[in-house]
T-cell receptor
Framework: DTGVSQDPRHKITKRGQNVTFRCDPI?????LYWYRQTLGQGPEFLTY????????KSRLLSDRFSAERPKGSFSTLEIQRTEQGDSAMYLC?????????????FGPGTRLLVL | QKEVEQNSGPLSVPEGAIASLNCTYS??????FFWYRQYSGKSPELIMS????GDKEDGRFTAQLNKASQYVSLLIRDSQPSDSATYLC??????????FGTGTKLQVIP
């Protein structure tokens, strides 16, 4: 257990429905990342926050995806009007950024299946 | 675009052998390098970090960094079937976000 938690761990939804995932990072960490991972691929960057500011959002991310990190603590990732292609593992990671870089610790992930 | 590249494998080694996993990176500003292990269906788990040129050993794992050649490697000695997993290389530097490779699948054959 890295100290990063995600909820829910599994989600099955029907195409067209909205889903929301939550990530609780390690408390002293100032960065929080969202990734998507499909079978046989490495983690695909979606977006990240430093404190409450969203610093970058992947150009591959459609407008159906939105993320928030109110008050710089937990974060939510919402997918609107889900499509079958959204089926994947959604990973959250947190880190404490320092001058030489950062070390990321991952949560257990949320596995999404869109029917 | 900053990239981290790995051979996707699978890399197959017999039990007890040394497994050698390699990674190259494009951003010369990268200062910190990481190896993560990911079992099928699970999230990545940090196993090694390295910041300076040379070798860093931790149990059966040795990370090697060569900044001049821009490569990082991970050696696993006395490979066990439980080491069978996908190994992800990652790099970061300064305040840039972490970049991951696509991972190398390792199979340790009993």
């Amino acid at each position: 257990d890295t100290g990063v938690s995600q909820d829910p761990r599994h989600k099955i939804t029907k195409r067209g429905q909205n889903v929301t995932f939550r990530c609780d990072p390690i408390s002293e960490h100032n960065r929080l990342y969202w990734y998507r991972q499909t079978l046989g691929q490495g983690p695909e960057f979606l977006t990240y926050f430093q404190n409450e500011a969203q610093l970058e959002k992947s150009r591959l991310l459609s407008d159906r995806f939105s993320a928030e990190r109110p008050k710089g603590s937990f974060s939510t990732l919402e997918i609107q009007r889900t499509e079958q292609g959204d089926s994947a593992m959604y990973l959250c990671a947190s880190s404490l950024v320092e001058r030489r870089g950062e070390t990321q610790y991952f949560g257990p992930g949320t596995r999404l299946l869109v029917l | 675009q900053k990239e981290v590249e790995q051979n996707s494998g699978p890399l197959s080694v017999p039990e007890g052998a040394i497994a050698s996993l390699n990674c190259t990176y494009s951003d010369r500003g990268s200062q910190s390098f990481f190896w993560y292990r990911q079992y099928s269906g699970k999230s990545p788990e940090l196993i090694m970090s390295i910041y300076s040129n040379g070798d860093k050993e931790d149990g059966r794992f040795t990370a090697q960094l060569n900044k001049a050649s821009q490569y990082v490697s991970l050696l696993i000695r006395d490979s066990q079937p439980s080491d069978s997993a996908t190994y992800l290389c990652a790099a970061t530097g300064g305040y840039q976000k972490v970049t991951f490779g696509t991972g190398t699948k390792l199979q340790v054959i009993p």
